[in-house]
């Protein structure tokens, strides 16, 4: 029988494919690259991948820019290479979700390019388009993430469209039922083609207001003083119209019908949004009837990750959440690697994979992060992201996560390519390639797959209940529990040593092969630098 419910608690690991694998070289991954590196993605013990777009694309944006979403790009092969990868992978036991750019096309997408012909062929009304204001300036105030304002001008309709990512990203209008009904038909030609679910860029993006007014400011008390000030005046506009209207929840409803339809097909929503994350979360997947998971920023912020703050998240969580389903992730191919971005030690790396994998939630992995690998250095003649090139230095962009999966450390190119490589491999990440990792047992290859095998050993980490977290010192304690099985997680995050309290009843250790702490003398969990103490009740 299938088990409908597989996403529940499990392990994703995301793949970037233009730096997992090449195998033509021409110095980008692809997908042979991908099927050919599957076994190794088996051997972590995750339950499935989720491929970042390939999608015959221009690549402005490397690929979340689609011009047709229904072929591969070249770049990476055909629709047989696909075909091929995904029966390996459900050889070896690994579902896989592809990564639907829904929100917006790339302009030269055929839609783009007819909707922008003329005020009113068929397709005039498939992008948000819009009159200026009578100086001939943007008809409101919204921005682009990537700079600038949020429209840009078209001469031809003498209007301007919208783009809250890149000018060559314009957005689609989905108050239009043309085109939910266009790209749900995307949906299940990729169902039909046999893929297991969807990661939904931007989901919070689908709609924007229809009357387009203005953002108003961002209270003072809620901007981040950490973004630098020439890549703020985005982070100081309240988004409250440009995004995450009401409509959308009646979108996810019409997506999850068409999922329903297949026996065991799942959806995780990106939901970027700096204030109400948890919030958004919460809406989209309670009920059952919109999408199964969503993830948010929390953990892919510089916040360091204290006992303070994990507790706070999860308290929110428990508020905001507790009807509806989260996924976790600590890197992804947009924010600078956690090992850099919380400046953690081998230790530290060890004790928030332990601790990851015992979260009530799903989780994604991200390339590279199992193998503790630091943010890449890319000089800028080297520099391929335009967010990067446009707001370089205060913000130097997302290539320092991008740079290519290191396999060997035997050449140069980290056995990912024998061409030159699109962004180089980064010099210090050699020594941690995956062959090293292998033959040495300390590695946190190694460590990774010992705590993914934990979780999936405890049916109470992989879907079971949990307790509020709490902070005890510098650790998080909490229970999760399924059935008849209760497992107490300690997790000290921090290098000084920590004294955590026996709960009450009757308790065994597990988890050694995570460091796991047992009772001392006292009968109290004395927790050293970056340990964990794993107990099972009974
Ligand atoms: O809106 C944000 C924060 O408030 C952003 O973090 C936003 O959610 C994020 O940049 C969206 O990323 C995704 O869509 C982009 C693409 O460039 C990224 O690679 C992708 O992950 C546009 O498609
Ligand atoms: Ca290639």
Known sequence: AVDKDWWRGAVIYQIYPRSFQDSNGDGIGDLKGITQRLPYVASLGVDAIWISPFFTSPMEDFGYDVSDYCDVDPMFGTLSDFDVLLDTAHKLGLKVMIDLVLSHTSDKHPWFAESRASRDNPKADWYVWADPKPDGTPPNNWLSIFGGPAWQWDGRREQYYLHNFLTS????????????DALLDVVRFWLDRGVDGFRLDTINFYFADKQLRDN???PVEMRDSSIAPRVNPYNHQHHIHSKNQPENLEFLRRFRAVLDEYPAATAVGEVGDAQRGLEIMGEYTAGDDKVHMCYSFEFLSGHAPTADRFSEVMARVD???????????????????????????PAAQRALATLMMCLRGSICIYQGEELGLPEADVAFEDLQDPYGIEFWPEFKGRDGCRTPMVWENSNQNGGFSEGRPWLPVSHAHLPLSVAA??????????????????????????????????????????TRSHDDETLFCAVNLSVDPCIVDMPEGVWHQVGQELGSAGPGPDGKLHLGPWQPALLLRG
């Open 169 to 180: 990203q314009p957005d689609l209008n989905f108050h239009n039922p043309d085109v939910q």
């Open 437 to 478: 990792q292998e033959s040495n047992p300390a590695a946190l290859l190694h460590h990774y797959r010992r705590a993914i095998a934990f979780r999936k050993a405890h049916p109470s980490l992989v879907k079971g209940a949990h307790s509020p977290m709490k902070r005890v010192g510098t650790a998080v304690t909490f």
């Open 319 to 345: 508020e905001v959440v507790s009807e509806g389903w989260a996924c976790w992730a600590f890197s992804n191919h947009d924010v600078i690697r956690h090992a850099s971005r919380w400046d953690l030690t």
């Open 216 to 218: 108003p400011p961002l």
